[in-house]
């Protein structure tokens, strides 16, 4: 959309709507070819780096120890790439209101758990310690497993991410009034408030230099709606943050109904 020349004209109130709005789709616009300028930066870095090496490795002469770099150089681009993806194409099935999801009754506690298990060797490599802080044993919720996983692996990504060296990050667990709340608690750099009030939207990044595409946390928070829950975040610059989801507790006598399964 291109708005070009006076469009306020002498409308009065209906002016500054047209102009408050004008301005609007001028600012989507921008943030959409801010996207489109990141994202196919994010696509071209590891297609670089794979053709790179495919074009190294084809000439030859290379001992297997040099062989069994590039190689490794080669798989952990590509599934950057497929991750980047599926990232683009969770989104739009957002977007277009097809997300299936695959119902169950999901042991929070237990996924969490492999979320650990899942992104301990990345946080070692920064450092970071990992603690799963749950009050109780059982913390039931209906959900699509794949999905939920999806959920705590990009909070705690990011907490990851965003984290200083050698710092912990905590995962806190409780039930609260026929709630289950996860809070991912981390003290790493923080966000402003400003910035705190954008970083849900799609796209958004407060720095676009660490990488990703801005849509991490809209999947996420929209993932959380479907489950009919609530994605909060709290944070201090330079202090850190907490980033809470909190599901329905699935009662007991739900839980004990004929095993529970189905598409959403
Ligand atoms: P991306 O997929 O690019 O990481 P997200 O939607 O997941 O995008 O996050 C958007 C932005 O929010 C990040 O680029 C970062 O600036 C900020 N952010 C998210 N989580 C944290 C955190 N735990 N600490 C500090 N900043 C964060």
């Given at each position: 959309?291109?708005?070009?020349?006076?469009?306020?004209?002498?409308?009065?109130?209906?002016?500054?709507?047209?102009?408050?709005?004008?301005?609007?789709?001028?600012?989507?616009?921008?943030?959409?070819d801010?996207?489109?300028?990141?994202?196919?930066?994010?696509?071209?870095?590891?297609?670089?780096?794979?053709?790179?090496?495919?074009?190294?490795?084809?000439?030859?002469?290379?001992?297997?120890?040099?062989?069994?770099?590039?190689?490794?150089?080669?798989?952990?681009?590509?599934?950057?790439?497929?991750?980047?993806?599926?990232?683009?194409?969770?989104?739009?099935?957002?977007?277009?209101?097809?997300?299936?999801?695959?119902?169950?009754?999901?042991?929070?506690?237990?996924?969490?758990?492999?979320?650990?298990?899942?992104?301990?060797?990345?946080?070692?490599?920064?450092?970071?310690?990992?603690?799963?802080?749950?009050?109780?044993?059982s913390?039931?919720?209906?959900g699509?497993?794949?999905?939920?996983?999806?959920?705590?692996?990009?909070?705690?990504?990011?907490?990851?991410?965003?984290?200083?060296?050698?710092?912990?990050?905590?995962?806190?667990?409780?039930?609260?009034?026929?709630?289950?709340?996860?809070?991912?608690?981390?003290?790493?750099?923080?966000?402003?408030?400003?910035?705190?009030?954008?970083?849900?939207?799609?796209?958004?990044q407060?720095?676009?230099q660490?990488?990703g595409?801005?849509?991490?946390?809209?999947?996420?928070?929209?993932?959380?709606?479907?489950?009919?829950?609530e994605?909060?975040?709290?944070?201090?610059?330079?202090?850190?943050?907490?980033?809470?989801?909190?599901?329905?507790?699935?009662?007991?006598?739900?839980?004990?109904?004929?095993?529970?399964?189905?598409?959403?």
């Amino acid at each position: 959309v291109r708005v070009e020349g006076d469009y306020r004209y002498e409308l009065g109130e209906m002016g500054s709507t047209l102009n408050y709005m004008a301005e609007e789709i001028v600012r989507s616009n921008q943030i959409k070819d801010d996207f489109i300028s990141s994202i196919s930066h994010e696509l071209r870095t590891p297609l670089t780096s794979i053709k790179g090496w495919s074009e190294t490795l084809d000439s030859g002469g290379y001992d297997p120890d040099e062989t069994r770099i590039g190689m490794g150089i080669i798989s952990k681009e590509t599934e950057r790439l497929i991750g980047l993806v599926e990232e683009l194409l969770d989104f739009s099935k957002l977007q277009q209101n097809e997300m299936k999801l695959t119902m169950a009754h999901v042991e929070l506690k237990e996924l969490l758990k492999e979320i650990v298990l899942n992104v301990w060797a990345k946080a070692e490599l920064k450092k970071v310690q990992l603690r799963l802080d749950a009050d109780g044993d059982s913390f039931p919720v209906y959900g699509d497993a794949n999905r939920l996983k999806q959920v705590f692996l990009n909070i705690v990504d990011n907490a990851i991410k965003f984290s200083h060296e050698s710092s912990v990050i905590v995962l806190h667990v409780v039930r609260e009034d026929g709630w289950v709340r996860t809070a991912v608690q981390d003290s790493g750099i923080g966000i402003d408030e400003e910035n705190l009030k954008r970083v849900k939207d799609r796209f958004f990044q407060v720095n676009t230099q660490g990488g990703g595409t801005g849509l991490g946390l809209a999947i996420t928070q929209q993932l959380v709606e479907l489950h009919e829950g609530e994605l909060n975040m709290t944070s201090e610059l330079g202090v850190g943050t907490t980033v809470s989801v909190k599901l329905p507790l699935l009662e007991e006598e739900s839980k004990s109904r004929e095993e529970i399964s189905g598409e959403k």
